[in-house]
């Protein structure tokens, strides 16, 4: 039963509370709560000019704003301002690191660690860059349960090894990598630590200097956040060595017709008009996550996550894929029903307004080293409730029935 606090929740969410949606797909991009969405329209509304450009006092309005999500940015993840670049998504923020660094960096014969169960996002700008300076890309494998072990990581890294990039939860299964040793193992090598955030700021606590890690890139559109604002994490010292990614206006000091000087870090590698409505939206996006707190967002998102794996196994020729421990999870449930294709799985889960995602999570490689095809995932955050784990649930019980199967 909804209880008062999840309908107070539950009402933040203006896509939710008009409609009999159960939102089920958080994974890929959460909904917005009203505070977000008012943010951007107040920034288009009352202080839109080009940031970082004009003289005048709407063009600064416009640049404190931006500035100053910055500056939020930065505390929420215990970084400093100058170390945080807004890019569009976590993608961009990956791609930045391969062109930006490690197209400079590595040399014939050096080594790139990442895992198998990586998302393409973190594994397709590292087979670019290693093809491109003749580098070697290593894959790391991973448990069952979609886990890498220090000890696996530890098997791959060579003195040759210069890059390893990890996500700290993986979006298939939701478990968490233990980043602080592995940044430990990294470095003790001399390498430098990439750490894909897309699925872990959202849920936890994330403090980038307690990790120690290099890099962490995320996405503004899976916390809550508007779609084409993301973040780059970049330790000050690394960050001041590395080329533009992108050359044009903004990201200069001087320019002749031979050449140019580039802009302070980290605004050198933000060319072009940037995006200061989804800054805006990201500074209350943080702020919304910040009055709820991580204990709630933790407790709850494993109370659900129990739960539906608790109702799933209740159910015959259902297999959950993952840690046996709804902890570990982050609320992400991947799953299989026999015989039913997961596009049927989802297909009829819509047909009863229950949204999620079905095929290959962008994780093509990880699925062929489990050997399954596809799988369903339903992907929870902080404005669901046991309502839409039970509704989940019904339907999951009624497929094979529905599809002729007993
Ligand atoms: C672990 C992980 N990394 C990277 C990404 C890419 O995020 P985006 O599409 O916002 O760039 C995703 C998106 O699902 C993800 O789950």
Partial sequence: MMTAEDK?????????????????DSAATTQKPAEVLKAVDDYYKTSNANPLRGLYELSVKAT??????????ADFINASSDEIVF???????????????????????????????????????????????????????????????????????????????????S??????NDIQSFVSLVHE???????????????????????????????GHKMYAPMGIGVLYTKKEILENMDPFLYGGEMIEYVTTEGATYAEVPHKFEAGTVNAGGAAGLSKAIDFINDIGFDYIEKRESYLSELMMTELRKIPHVNIIGDDN??????????????????????????????????????????????????????????????DVMRFAESVKSLRKRLGYN
């Avoid at 979006?171 to 968490?176: D, K, L, T």
């Avoid at 047909?351 to 699925?367: E, F, M, N, Y």
Wanted: aromatic share 8%.
């Fill in 8 to 24: 107070k929740i539950l009402e933040r969410f203006p896509l939710l509370i008009n409609s009999d949606i159960v939102y089920l």
């Fill in 64 to 73: 404190d704003i931006y500035e100053e999500a910055r500056k939020k940015t």
């Fill in 87 to 169: 890019t569009r998504n976590a993608t961009e923020s990956l791609n930045l690191i391969a062109y930006s660094y490690a197209l400079n960096t590595l040399k014939p014969g050096d080594e790139v660690v990442v895992s198998i169960a990586e998302h393409h996002s973190n594994m397709l700008p590292w087979q670019f860059a290693c093809k491109k300076t003749g580098a070697v890309l290593r894959y790391a494998e991973c448990t069952k349960e979609g886990l890498l072990t220090p000890n696996m990581l530890e098997k791959l890294l060579t003195d040759k090894t210069k890059i390893v990039a990890i996500a700290q939860v």
């Fill in 171 to 176: 979006n298939v299964f939701g478990c968490e």
């Fill in 189 to 219: 090598k001399g390498a430098v630590f990439v750490c894909d955030g897309a699925q872990s700021v959202p849920h936890m606590k994330v403090d980038v200097r307690a990790l120690g890690v290099d890099f962490m890139a995320f996405s």
């Fill in 326 to 387: 709804p902890s570990n999870h982050h609320g992400i449930v991947t799953f299989t029903v026999d015989d039913v294709h997961p596009h049927d799985i989802a297909a009829i889960l819509d047909s009863d307004k229950i949204a999620v995602r079905a095929g290959h999570h962008c994780a093509q490689p990880l699925l062929k080293y489990l050997g399954v095809m596809s799988t369903a995932r339903a992907s929870m955050a902080v404005y669901n409730n046991s309502d």
